[in-house]
């Protein structure tokens, strides 16, 4: 996800640093403690560099993120922040910044340009860099569903449960590996077969009148057993639960599966013992 993100953050700084004439452009996003700043893409002298982090404390990004404004330091910067910028190549003389805000409204980054002669012309720049900032600020946040989504995916992906998404006609679309596992199945093999195949024969009309609620809009639970690839038998726990379009059509299922044969056994277990604790 990082990578698109990352390449157009490159192209940003390097079109800003040419557009404005600075020696040095970053983009820095906020780190979640708040006061370190971690730059996700940097150029000098027309070259992109490595990317570092930084501590706020002392530096005009400072004064940016505190004030959530455009903050410009045309001549002496180093007389106004003594210990510089730390990013800054030795000499730096301006600076200007804007905070980069998230949909909430919270400060979650800093738009940086410095050069090393004086800013003698910053009428337009504060209007052209808020423009450009709102552009990068739709990109963090698309990077941050982006990772938000591929975790979530991956979690899915790797639950102990089983977990499969069905279409409307009973046939699956998506397995996770959990799910394939206790089938004795692989989710590529599995992706457009009938998941009712899979259920033991006497327990078919249980398990088909359950569907025909979760069709109707129930959410349901039922215990039955299930028959694995090599024709072995295991018992199962399913929850279904519907999908539905935005008109509430019924477009399919999510059925979340798990493997209660060792429940089951040590039921059978306890029963015979205590029957044997009767005689």
Request: glycine share 8%; with cysteine.
């Amino acid at each position: 996800g990082g990578n698109t993100g990352s390449a157009f953050f490159r192209r940003l700084v390097l079109s800003v640093a040419e557009t404005m004439g600075m020696a040095m452009v970053f983009v820095g996003e906020l780190e979640r403690k708040g006061r370190t700043v971690r730059t996700i893409a940097a150029c000098a002298h027309g070259k992109i560099i490595d990317n570092a982090t930084y501590h706020l404390a002392g530096t005009p990004c400072e004064q940016v993120m505190d004030t959530r404004q455009f903050r410009l330091y045309a001549h002496d910067l180093q007389q106004q922040f003594p210990q510089g910028h730390p990013l800054a190549q030795m000499g730096s003389q301006s600076y200007m910044g804007v905070p980069l805000f998230n949909g909430a409204g919270e400060s979650v980054g800093v738009l940086a340009l410095l050069d090393t002669r004086p800013i003698t012309d910053h009428s337009s720049a504060a209007t052209l860099l808020r423009v450009v900032a709102a552009r990068a600020t739709a990109e963090l946040e698309r990077m941050r569903i982006e990772d938000m989504l591929h975790e979530t995916t991956a979690a899915l992906e790797n639950a102990v449960e089983g977990i499969a998404r069905l279409d409307a006609d009973g046939r699956y679309v998506a397995v996770n590996q959990a799910y394939a596992d206790m089938l004795g199945s692989i989710p590529q093999a599995l992706i457009g077969t009938e998941w009712l195949a899979a259920t033991h024969p006497n327990h078919r009309p249980d398990v088909q009148a359950a569907y025909r609620r979760v069709q109707a809009g129930e959410k349901v639970e039922i215990t039955s057993r299930s028959l694995r690839a090599d024709g072995s038998i295991f018992h199962k726990r399913l929850t279904m639960v519907g999908v539905y379009d935005k008109h509430k059509k019924f477009i399919g299922h999510y059925c979340f599966m798990r493997d209660i044969s060792a429940d089951k056994h040590a039921q059978q277990v306890l029963r015979e013992s205590e029957e044997r604790f009767r005689r």
